[in-house]
């Protein structure tokens, strides 16, 4: 004849699998419906705010844009251009769908500030770059900014992105822009 649990013993045995069975259930259910997984990128229009770029209209900005790929190199995968809200106020700026945000190429900016005879550069597929991050104590975004060649371009991207977008840009400023030496103070 089988032996009977006792209502406590049968009760502490049932509590821990039905806790599995449910958190199992949950878990499933979350991976179908996608929860907990980073939403697509944005592809609408972007509102990009103004800043002073006195030589966006440049020839060497003009010749750049021209380069730059439809989309740019992704950490997993292409990205998709976006369009620019208002572009033909906003000369020499170009970007590309990520997330969580996007990358947004900025060309004919003034010479960055933090650009001292110390400044610590980032030479990427023969271009030096200034590396700025957003100031937050985990950065969400960093900008590289282009300091050797002709006009500034300062490239901003998720901090998640990968040094893809950095590497292709490099290589297009490298072929379209001529090395120049930097200008500090």
Known sequence: MPTRLS???????ALPLLLAVTVAAIAITARVRGIGEPP?????PLAVAPVE??????????????????QLDGPD???SPRPIAQAESLPGVRAWA???????LRCGLPRPAELSPTSPLLEVNGVRWLQLDDGLPEPVQVSYIAVDRPVYVALTLPVDAGSAPLQHVSDVVRETLPATAVAVR
Do not use: F, N
């Open 7 to 13: 209502p406590p013993v049968a009760i502490a045995i």
């Open 98 to 104: 990520a997330s969580p945000r996007p990358v947004v």
């Open 77 to 79: 995968s292409p990205l």
């Open 40 to 44: 697509p990128p944005d592809t609408g």
């Open 53 to 70: 770029s006195p030589d966006a209209s440049s020839p060497e900005c003009t010749a750049l844009l021209a380069a730059l790929p439809e």
